[in-house]
């Protein structure tokens, strides 16, 4: 079985070198190409190049057409016909450089014929810092040099060290950029003080350089191994008592160790000499994690220092809190007796705490009492608690770890914005980058030299939040006018700004708002009440999220204009801090439809417009659009009313719009006052009615019907029936009209009863007689013709009203009357005068009131 794998391989290997020999004849069967003086020239040299035929290799067809043509790489550089050809070159570049000849017998076919490659280099150059290292004690000796530059030629390297009695130890390289050697021998310490020389030697195809010899001892070339098994021990858990222990080479004579807090970058430095694996730290803080690393050495002057040993990670004990807490304060008013009491504080640093908080204890206490009112323990940074408005309060927290507590912080609870002559002035911020701000004041004026300390306060606006956001500050000297604040600050959202100016027990401040990066508004407030109060127009609106303000709002935007208007809107501008989520706004028109929006803007810009709402004022114009133009008609109205004729024409105007069953009650005639005024008048119609009546039977006597229509201003005028005794229908009536004086009565007033005197000198009773005018009759022209009908006097319970009345053409000029100018008058009653109509008798002349009765059935509605 052996021998046949033995075969095997042996075959193989041989069919490997025929196809390398039949490759090598396949490619250089047609000629040769010839190099000189050397394949290996060093830079700037030339080379001549030969490429040559072999018989019968040429072209078959035409043998007097060989063309020989040399290429470097792909490109042509000479051309010759014939079966040979000759070529020098010169300035070939650093490294290997191909050339191949070709055959070519026709335009389109060229044939391989050989090739060739030349490289060219350098000599090398003598090597440099030789230098030799054994690692710890059992290593061995290797050495190092630089090679300088590169030859690009295939270069050897041998290193030879010779050592005392003669002995020599040489190793050569055999691989390409050798620039160090392991001799793979050990240098014992029985004798440390012996010298050893190494020198290395570089060779290649063009020469030869050997470095200067490196002369050493053993203590300059060990290198020791880095110590190991590290630990730190801490005696009685107590940090000043601290001990760090390691193993190293029996060799070592010196240590050097480093350590540091591992949030440091900087290392504290130890040297050790003869520490046999010991030393002791007295400087670490309490309660910090540290890290330490050793490092050795075998001589104090001589030899190299071993690496860093792994590194040691280890927390020191704690102690008892440092320091004070840095505390703050806010107070709040809840009503007239209580107030709440806001107190924060920061974390003690690492240095400060010496160990790990456990806990905080905050003392409440009133001055004047000198008791201590409350005790409270807290694992926050944040405590807070109701107490009254009186007194004086002082509060003291302190910090607790294992091992202690730290001393108290006592301040006093003054109203720290309560002296205005403290307040800072000229308070701004700027942005000091995407995550800090630049808080800048000046001095409050005359009170600057009291200032004890300033404190500035920010904290972030939360508008809406149900959690309040954390309080960060910080403290300035009172000389110092300016602080960064970077602490909590993240770009695109707005903080409120304080700054205090501290005087004893008194404070003063100033506020304003910043934000480190800004932009405008994601989105615009939301309107969600539209209300009317007293004329005015109240908008309320809800608070962009925070995280669409994207920096400090400083202004609001109220737009509105007319429904369906294509007119520009008009806008109302807010300020930020002014702005209780509504605003009033005056100049909108009742009964007008409005279409409202609002936007909002920062430093950057304005924000997209928000929800759009429409609002209608239901409301009075205002009080002083109102009595504007009633100031303007009263006057007009007094102006007018000054003219005696228009106030007669505007009375008269009066009296025909009131409908009739406003007027006064129509007296009884039989009770009137003109009855028993004229006594004698009425005996001689007594006697008249007396013989016009004996005919009739007398009617039963009904009771008086109290007539609340009159007429106004009519004058009436009798024609006697047609009875024996009185005159005929063409006998003139004496005519009667009303005086200047009677034109001050009226329908409610009437004037006074006149009587009528015939041609025959009959009075006539006014109240007998009923006139109507006529179609072109005026109120002025009482002595228009009348026909003087015959009264029915048949009772009813309703009253007396005269019927049978026809009108009689006129024979008479008018009368001037005074109250020709006065308009005609003009009826508006529910009992229309055309069915009013004079009396008419039908025995005698004469009739008394008493016995004068009118039908109330002769009224036409």
Not at 235 to 264: F, H, K, M
Not at 769 to 774: D, H, I, M, T
Request: charged share 20%; net charge neutral.
């Amino acid at each position: 079985m052996a021998h046949t794998v033995r075969g095997c391989s042996l075959a193989l290997i041989f069919v490997i070198m025929s196809l390398l020999v039949k490759a090598k004849i396949d490619v250089c069967k047609r000629g040769d190409v010839t190099v000189g003086p050397s394949h290996v020239i060093s830079l700037g040299s030339a080379v001549n190049i030969s490429c040559s035929l072999k018989p019968q290799q040429g072209c078959l067809r035409y043998p007097s057409f060989n063309k020989l043509i040399l290429y470097k790489f792909d490109r042509r550089i000479h051309f010759q016909h014939g079966h040979s050809l000759s070529s020098q070159v010169s300035g070939l570049p650093l490294g290997t450089t191909l050339f191949v000849c070709k055959l070519a017998c026709s335009s389109n076919e060229e044939i391989r014929i050989c090739g060739a490659e030349i490289s060219v280099g350098v000599v090398p150059e003598q090597p440099q810092n030789l230098s030799c290292i054994q690692k710890g004690e059992y290593g061995t000796v290797t050495c190092t040099w630089e090679r300088g530059r590169d030859t690009h030629l295939y270069t050897a390297y041998a290193l030879q060290l010779n050592g005392p009695k003669n002995l020599t130890w040489q190793k050569q390289c055999d691989y390409h950029y050798c620039d160090h050697l392991d001799l793979g021998i050990n240098l014992t310490p029985e004798s440390p003080e012996s010298s050893y020389t190494a020198k290395v030697t570089a060779v290649n195809s063009l020469g030869s350089a050997a470095s200067l010899p490196f002369t050493f001892t053993l203590l300059d070339v060990v290198w020791p191994l880095p110590p190991w098994d590290i630990r730190i021990k801490f005696v009685n858990a107590s940090v000043s008592r601290c001990t760090l222990q390691w193993r190293d080479e029996g060799l070592v004579l010196l240590n050097r160790l480093r350590y540091r807090p591992i949030n440091s970058r900087s290392w504290n430095m130890v040297n050790a000499t003869n520490a046999k694996g010991r030393h002791d730290l007295l400087d670490l803080k309490p309660f910090t994690e540290y890290e330490f690393q050793i490092s050795s050495k075998l001589h104090l002057y001589k030899g190299i220092w071993s690496d860093w040993s792994e590194p040691l990670r280890a927390q020191t004990p704690e102690e008892e809190p440092a320091g004070t807490l840095d505390v703050w304060y806010m107070k709040q008013q809840i009503d007239y007796s209580r107030q709440q009491i806001s107190l924060f504080w920061k974390n003690l640093s690492l240095s400060a705490a010496r160990g790990k908080i456990l806990h905080y204890q905050v003392t409440l206490q009133e001055v004047a009492e000198g008791k201590v009112t409350l005790q409270n323990i807290t694992r926050h940074t944040s405590w807070t608690w109701v107490i009254p408005r009186t007194g004086n309060w002082t509060v003291a927290v302190s910090a607790a770890n294992s091992k202690g507590s730290s001393l108290p912080s006592r301040i006093n609870i003054t109203d720290l914005c309560g002296a205005g002559s403290l307040a800072p002035r000229q308070v701004s911020a700027d942005s000091g980058g995407v995550d800090s701000l630049v808080v800048t004041w000046a001095p409050p004026g005359k009170a600057a030299c009291a200032v004890g300390e300033y404190v500035v306060e920010w904290r972030e606006l939360h508008p809406g939040g149900s959690t309040q956001p954390p309080v960060s500050w910080l403290r300035r000297a009172p000389y110092n006018l300016s602080a960064v604040i970077s602490e909590n600050i993240k770009p695109f959202v707005c903080y409120e700004i304080h700054v205090h100016a501290l005087s004893g027990d008194q404070g003063g401040c100033s506020s304003i708002q910043g934000d480190s990066k800004h932009k405008a508004p994601l989105s615009g407030p939301h309107i969600n009440a539209i209300s009317e109060e007293k004329g005015s127009v109240l908008i309320s609106w809800d608070e962009i999220p925070a995280q669409e303000q994207m920096g400090c709002i400083l202004h609001y935007r109220i737009y509105w204009k007319e429904r369906d208007s294509n007119s520009q809107p008009q806008l109302c501008e807010i300020p930020y801090r002014d702005s209780p989520n509504s605003h009033p706004i005056d100049s909108l028109r009742p009964r007008v439809t409005y279409i409202l929006w609002m936007t909002a803007l920062t430093a950057a810009g304005e924000s997209p417009q928000g929800n759009e709402r429409e609002f209608c004022l239901q409301g009075k114009a205002s009080w002083s659009a109102f009595v504007a133009p009633s100031v303007c008609i009263a006057v007009i109205l007094v102006g007018i009313f000054s003219v005696r004729c228009f106030r007669q024409k505007v009375f008269v105007l009066l009296l025909a719009l009131r409908p009739q069953w406003c007027s006064r009650e129509i007296p009884d005639p039989a009770n009137s006052t003109w009855a028993k005024k004229y006594p004698v008048v009425e005996e001689k119609t007594q006697l008249t009615l007396d013989r016009l009546l004996t005919d009739w039977p007398t009617p039963e006597e009904p009771e008086p019907l109290v007539i609340n229509e009159v007429l106004h201003q009519v004058t009436p005028v009798f024609r006697h029936p047609r009875h024996p005794n009185w005159p005929e229908k063409g006998q003139r009536v004496q005519d009667h009209y009303t005086s200047e004086e009677d034109t001050g009565y009226s329908a409610s007033s009437p004037p006074p009863p006149r009587a009528l005197t015939t041609e025959a000198g009959q009075v006539v009773d006014l109240y007998k007689v009923l006139g109507s005018k006529g179609p072109n009759s005026k109120l002025g022209h009482p002595a228009s013709p009348l026909t003087v009908l015959q009264v029915d006097y048949l009772p009813t319970h309703e009253g007396y009203l005269p019927s049978n009345i026809d009108y009689l053409p006129s024979h008479e000029a008018p009368v001037a009357d005074p109250l020709e100018e006065l308009p005609q008058h003009i009826s508006l009653s529910v009992f229309p005068s055309s069915s009013l109509h004079p009396l008419t008798f039908s025995c005698g002349d004469r009739l008394t009131l008493d016995q004068l009765k009118m039908r109330c059935g002769s009224l036409m509605l």
